[in-house]
Structures are given as C-alpha cells and as structure tokens.
T-cell receptor, first 116, second 116 residues
Framework: KQEVTQIPAALSVPEGENLVLNCSFT??????LQWFRQDPGKGLTSLLLIQSSQREQTSGRLNASLDKSSGRSTLYIAASQPGDSATYLC???????????????FGQGTILTVHP | GAVVSQHPSRVICKSGTSVKIECRSLDFQATTMFWYRQFPKQSLMLMATSNEGSKATYEQGVEKDKFLINHASLTLSTLTVTSAHPEDSSFYIC????????????FGQGTRLTVV
C-alpha cells in the first residue's frame, strides 16, 4: 500500500526566505507526482506535475524535483512571500493498469506560514 | 488551464435528508472523475473513482449505497449523500482528468457539508 509522508508538518518563515518542502513515498512504482496548494476552506490548485521519467519541473519561483528510486520529492520555493501561505500537498499517482485508474495518494500536507 | 466547477460550495442539511453535489469540467471532457473527502486538518481520502457511462469504483470502507455517484456525461459527475447524518459532515472535493485519470488532475473548489 502506497504511503506518502510530508515533512515538516508546519513551517513558519520570514518573508524572502528560500524554503524546501519534503515528500517521501513508499512504493517507487509511480506514474507521476503532483504538488498542490490548498488555501483554507478551498479546493486544490495544481502547482507542478512531474512524470516518473522526469527529474524536475519549474514554474516561476517553484521548483519540484523527483528521485523516484529513493521515493522522494522536494518542492523548493524561492523568495517566499506572505501570499505563499497555504497548505502544500504532495500526491503520487499509481502506475497504469489494473483498476487503479490513476488515483492519487496524498500526503498529510505542510502548512506554510510566511510572515512579513 | 482546465477548470473544474463544484456546486454548491456550502450546504447545510437536516439529518436524514439527501444532498447532491455536482462536479463539472467546464473546458474539457473528463473521462474520469474522482471524489475525495477531507476531515479538518487532515489530507484527502479518495472515496471513489468514476468513469463516464460506467459504475463507480469505491474505495474500501466507503458505503456505495450511502454515497451515490453518477457520471452520466463527459462533463458532469454527481455525488449524492443519502440519509445524511452528522458524521457525514465534511469537506468533499472532486477532481477530473482528461483521459483515463493518468494526466494532471484538476480539482473543484470543494463543498462544505454540514448535517444538523
């Protein structure tokens, strides 16, 4: 059974800091990995999608890496801003085939607070 | 980008009544839709996967007679919580994928259900 763990559970940093969020998964047979942002009481916004064959993806101040063999991914946020405050969720998508239909398994999330 | 619209965003109902939640893909055809449940300060738990025109696949422990899912078209899936009880109060989120569920998942805004 795939399990996804995110560390730290919560993080509070001053504005401007570069930070790293960690995600680990137990079964390396994944199809892809996706990072999301969730604001309180809201749905999920997709940030980055990394295919299993890729090592990293970048979007603006965000960079996500994937080391499939060791079951790890990191989300790097450069020059953090108060508007980045949210919960960040990592999710892995199981491999193709069977009845999995590509379902996502989520980590518990990292609650990020960036204070001015 | 792909837009998934979920309605209603909030609903309060009396115990014993049924509530229907709609999930629509606005600018793409979603062959696969997923329904998740999220408890306070917890991550998302997949409830069921639905493919257009076929019966939903429920995760272990999810009562299919209580949580009725219909995916009658490529742009609409509905989740009906039947005979709701206070313990069904939760945040329900849907997601949609273009083809087969393995591509990037896009999420709705979520529905906060409160059963009184």
């Amino acid at each position: 059974k795939q399990e996804v763990t995110q560390i730290p559970a919560a993080l509070s940093v001053p504005e401007g800091e570069n930070l790293v969020l960690n995600c680990s998964f137990t079964d390396s047979a994944i199809y892809n990995l996706q990072w999301f942002r969730q604001d309180p009481g809201k749905g999920l916004t997709s940030l980055l999608l990394i295919q299993s064959s890729q090592r990293e993806q970048t979007s603006g101040r965000l960079n996500a890496s994937l080391d499939k063999s060791s079951g790890r991914s990191t989300l790097y946020i450069a020059a953090s801003q108060p508007g980045d405050s949210a919960t960040y969720l990592c999710a892995v998508r199981v491999g193709a085939g069977g009845t999995s239909y590509g379902k996502l398994t989520f980590g518990q999330g990292t609650i990020l607070t960036v204070h001015p | 980008g792909a837009v998934v619209s979920q309605h209603p965003s909030r609903v309060i109902c009396k115990s014993g009544t049924s509530v229907k939640i709609e999930c629509r893909s606005l600018d793409f055809q979603a062959t696969t839709m997923f329904w998740y449940r999220q408890f306070p300060k917890q991550s998302l738990m997949l409830m069921a996967t639905s493919n257009e025109g076929s019966k939903a696949t429920y995760e272990q422990g999810v009562e299919k007679d209580k949580f009725l899912i219909n995916h009658a078209s490529l742009t609409l899936s509905t989740l009906t919580v039947t005979s709701a009880h206070p313990e069904d109060s939760s945040f329900y989120i849907c997601s949609a994928a273009r083809t087969g569920g393995y591509t990037e998942a896009f999420f709705g805004q979520g529905t906060r259900l409160t059963v009184v």
